[in-house]
């Protein structure tokens, strides 16, 4: 008798554990997809509003992803699902190149870290590797975030090269940009800590990817890049 409780005991601890790992395995939704995962063949090409300068920029092979969160901190929260992209961007004039590495992760490991009841598949933000490059305008720079709903919350995340806080903060059904219509579209906004005069706002259309970017220093917008032409073929969750 006193074999069988032990037995039951340590079955239940076994399936507790199992629960409790697979608690903060994160898994994208459908939605992350749908604005930011794209297939090799599809392009971008961006225009400064003030200059007209061009940066055209084509998605290369998408391939899946997986690393443990927030591995610096003491305790490891669980495992990331999720997918890496490269873009080439290209700019025109002097025919340059530079290629950005792009990564959905996920800010906070656990969804009460964040001060918020957010769900776990609503938790990944995508930046590039460079965060340091958004005075000089050299190359395009991608946030965006993978909440469902807009919050005036900021939600901040740490990594080697700054402290920066992302927030969505509006959605629009349809909103005409640069003279062109676009449906489901996430404004994304982004600051550094070290400088709180200065923000970053995207807006992200469904199925058709970064459609505006625009860099405001204080009180003004100092530059503006709209999307004039595109050609996008999305990528099915590979996680479903």
Known sequence: MKKNIFFSLLV??????????????YTPNDNLYKFCAFDSSSYWIYEDSA???????????LEQYEYHTNVEREYNHGKLFTFQQD?????????????????????????????TNLNADELYTIIPNYYNDDITFARL????????????????????????????????????????????????????????NSSIICYWANGVGMVRREYHSADSIVQVKNLIRYNVINVSNQYR
């Open 12 to 25: 239940g601890m076994m399936a507790l554990c199992g629960c409790r790992n697979n608690m903060y395995n």
């Open 87 to 115: 873009y080439i961007i290209i700019n025109t004039e002097d025919n340059t190149t530079v290629t950005e590495h792009i990564m959905p992760i996920v800010g906070f490991a656990k969804p009460e870290d964040s001060g």
């Open 141 to 196: 720079n991608f946030y965006y975030m993978n909440i469902s709903i807009p919050s005036e919350n900021r939600y901040e995340f740490f990594d080697e090269f700054s402290i920066g806080t992302l927030k969505y903060s509006e959605h629009f059904d349809n909103i005409t940009i640069n003279n062109r219509s676009y449906q489901d579209v996430k404004k994304i906004e982004y600051c550094k800590k070290i400088d709180n």
């Open 51 to 61: 200059t007209h300068k061009i940066d055209s920029v084509v998605a290369q092979k």
